[in-house]
């Protein structure tokens, strides 16, 4: 089955750190570029950024909005991304999910992870 | 960035009835619309992409039209299953963007 697991969030005061996970599992990972959006009610949906696969070189691109406090990275032996969220402010509270598109046996998929909760709060 | 302009914000509908739904980009985007269907509590699932081929799995009551900068999403006869919010997005570049979303409700 093709699918994406979620772990990390929570609630952290401005200024502080997170780190969410995206587990996939039933698709190449190595070779798939992986996505992050997020959610929140005052916003709707956001592209946090994307991370390419080794194999088209491997580099990241970002939101304005997180850039130079999010670093998205992956271990493609675990079949992990992480979104590393630095210097977290409460304009980045939502539900953050993780996506991909990928084809397996000539069919294409387009799992979600289940999200997780970011709540930036003094 | 692209900027998508969905249309109406929330929709009262019978079961049954003919739903319409229309995006409008800021920019030439050529066919790269997603539209999306997202339930209360649950990660949007997607449901047409290159604005008109549907997703394996999406019933054939869903279709997609449109290129360029205006689109639309039809629902041909609309089921109680159907209450959700949809989304359009456009993926033809970074960052990627998607619309306000239209909140479908039953009349």
């Known amino acids: 089955e093709v699918q994406l697991v979620q772990s990390g969030g929570g609630l952290v005061k401005p200024g502080g750190s997170l780190r969410l996970s995206c587990v996939a599992s039933?698709?190449?990972?190595?070779?798939?570029?992986m996505t992050w959006f997020r959610q929140s009610p005052e916003k709707g949906l956001e592209w946090v950024g994307r991370?390419?696969?080794?194999?088209?070189?491997?580099?990241?691109d970002y939101a304005a909005a997180v850039r130079g406090r999010f670093i998205i990275s992956r271990d493609d032996s675990t079949n992990t991304m992480y979104l590393q969220m630095n210097s977290l402010t409460p304009d980045d509270t939502g539900v953050y999910y993780c996506?991909?598109?990928?084809?397996?046996?000539?069919?294409?998929?387009?799992?979600w992870g289940q999200g997780t909760q970011v709540t930036v709060s003094s | 960035d692209i900027q998508m302009t969905q249309s109406p914000s929330s929709l009262s509908a019978s079961i049954g009835d003919r739903v319409t739904i229309t995006c409008q980009a800021s920019?030439?985007?050529?066919?790269?619309l997603n539209w999306y269907q997202q339930k209360p509590g649950k990660a949007p699932k997607l449901l047409i992409y290159?604005?008109?081929i549907l997703e394996g799995g999406t019933p054939s009551r869903f279709g997609g039209s449109g290129s360029g900068t205006h689109f639309t999403f039809t629902i041909s006869s609309l089921q109680p299953e159907d209450l959700a919010t949809y989304y359009c997005?456009?993926?033809?570049?970074?960052?990627?963007?998607f619309g306000q979303g239209t909140r479908l409700e039953m009349k």
């Open positions: 920019q030439d985007i050529r066919n790269y």
């Open positions: 039933g698709f190449p990972f190595a070779s798939t570029w």
């Open positions: 290159d604005a008109s």
């Open positions: 997005q456009q993926y033809d570049n970074v960052p990627i963007t």
């Open positions: 996506t991909t598109r990928v084809l397996v046996r000539g069919n294409w998929f387009d799992p």
């Open positions: 991370l390419k696969s080794k194999t088209s070189g491997g580099a990241a």
